[in-house]
């Protein structure tokens, strides 16, 4: 599995606009909805979701980023976008530094392995400083889209 076979291109917000966490979420998932990727009629539920998720334990893992993630009945496959604030939100990470990078990951229910899946990939990507540090200081779609790729290949070298 490759981060390029669940995260929507177009969804991608290399400026979020949103400046708390919840707002972040609700963007995120707004932003996917606006793409195809879910149902708008979903948006509300799956924030939701999401928010409720982050209230028992945040995912924001330190380092500037955070992963939030969730299943859903109504998502029939694997989906994932990426959020980028150059001012830095309160995720209320571990390390309590801001996050700036947002990876918001939704799944089927029904599929709990590509979830797991999506997640290892997800996390080995953000563990290598140069990732984080090139998917911060990428201010457009293009860019992030093209660190993807490029991360990509590198996994498969």
Aim: glycine share 8%; proline share 2%; hydrophobic share 45%.
């Amino acid at each position: 599995m490759k981060l390029s076979d669940f995260i929507v291109n177009d969804a991608i917000v290399a400026e979020l606009q949103a400046t708390d966490r919840d707002g972040v979420i609700r963007e995120l998932v707004q932003s996917l909805a606006d793409n195809g990727a879910i149902d708008s009629g979903d948006v509300e539920t799956v924030a939701k979701i999401a928010i409720k998720r982050e209230n028992e334990g945040t995912t924001g893992f330190g380092k500037g980023v955070a992963v939030p993630h969730v299943k859903h009945d109504s998502i029939g496959k694997l989906i994932a976008t990426i959020g980028r604030s150059s001012t830095g939100i309160d995720f209320g990470s571990l390390d309590r530094a801001p996050v700036f990078t947002v990876v918001l990951l939704i799944s089927s229910k029904e599929d709990p392995d590509a979830h797991l899946a999506a997640m290892e990939q997800i996390f080995r990507h953000l563990q290598r400083d140069n990732f984080r540090r090139f998917l911060r200081q990428a201010d457009t779609r293009d860019a992030i889209i093209d660190l993807i790729n490029e991360a990509d290949e590198i996994s498969a070298a």
